[in-house]
């Protein structure tokens, strides 16, 4: 059986791993376990936001640390999705997720939450917001799915993906190798990534179909879209690193994930209803019980 935890953690800066050092000192944790962290920053959320690299930096020096072995084979265990943009409407803060084997009976009737990650080929700066990339994903996704056991893409509730962008310096790689790109601004390279890696995920969870979908649709077809995937680009990487989260009856984990979409930022019925598809029972809003039950709510 699989068994997923799920710890969250404040953060006083980028580079703040105390909270996690204590939850393995504490033995709540174990270093090896873990899978992937997902952190808010406070840098801007831009091309020139350099607080995801220097977090994403400094949480894989504490854990080749603890775990004593490189950058490199961190990278290949662990996904680290940095976010900026916290601005004074949320806390900067890490939620960190441990996957094992375990040999807790699953309940047959209830499936509970999955966790699986994996990475892309680094992409080359032509195949970025391209047809290539969703393709990529999609086949990503796919083996994601398996390995979390989950049968169904009604199952997977929420595909975390952090994704490259275009710098001037890959830019102009492309040109000297005579390859066209989609943007040369590196914003909006943002962008198309962002819309390339979603449309992989609608692709692997039969959302969209691969005919519906060329070059010319992505950040143009506004009725292709996928209602779990969340994307997020950053410079300190070349590929995408995907998380993909769902229920399972192979989990024998204590904690179950739900999602909705929302029609606007202040869409509050979205938020309660994914709320109670995680498994909270209640009317008009969660009581402060309920509350205490709920360990992260992610909004795009």
């Not at 009725?223 to 769902?246: K, M």
């Not at 979205?270 to 992610?298: C, H, M, R, Y």
Request: one cysteine or more; a negative charge; hydrophobic letters at 35%.
């Amino acid at each position: 059986m699989i068994d997923v935890g799920v710890y969250t953690i404040p953060m006083k800066s980028p580079d703040d791993t105390s909270g996690l050092e204590k939850l393995i000192e504490e033995n709540k944790i174990k270093a090896e376990e873990i899978v992937a962290i997902l952190a808010k920053t406070e840098g801007n959320g831009c091309v020139n936001d350099f607080t995801r690299g220097f977090s994403t930096q400094t949480f894989k020096m504490f854990l080749s640390e603890k775990l004593d072995c490189s950058f490199e084979q961190i990278s290949k265990k662990i996904a680290f999705v940095m976010s900026g943009g916290t601005e004074g409407v949320m806390s900067p803060h890490a939620t960190i997720f441990t996957r094992k084997e375990s040999n807790k009976k699953a309940n047959s009737t209830n499936k509970t939450l999955s966790v699986s990650v994996g990475f892309t080929k680094d992409f080359k700066p032509e195949e970025l917001g391209t047809i290539k990339m969703v393709k990529t994903v999609n086949q990503k996704v796919k083996e994601l799915m398996k390995e979390a056991k989950i049968d169904s893409p009604k199952d997977v509730h929420f595909v975390q993906i952090k994704c490259p962008l275009l710098t001037s310096e890959n830019i102009k790689d492309a040109k000297n190798r005579n390859k066209e790109i989609v943007t040369e601004d590196t914003y909006k390279s943002m962008g198309y990534s962002r819309g390339a890696s979603a449309l992989g995920v609608a692709l692997a969870l039969n959302e969209i179909n691969e005919k519906e979908i060329s070059n010319d649709d992505i950040l143009n077809d506004w009725d292709l879209y996928s209602e779990v995937a969340s994307t997020s680009s950053g410079i300190e990487l070349d590929n995408c690193e995907i998380i993909l989260f769902g229920n399972s009856n192979a989990s024998s984990s204590d904690f179950k994930i739900g999602h909705d979409v929302m029609k606007d930022s202040i869409d509050i019925k979205s938020v309660l209803n994914s709320i109670k598809e995680s498994g909270l029972k209640f009317e008009g809003l969660p009581t402060k019980k309920d509350q205490e039950k709920i360990i992260n709510i992610f909004a795009k």
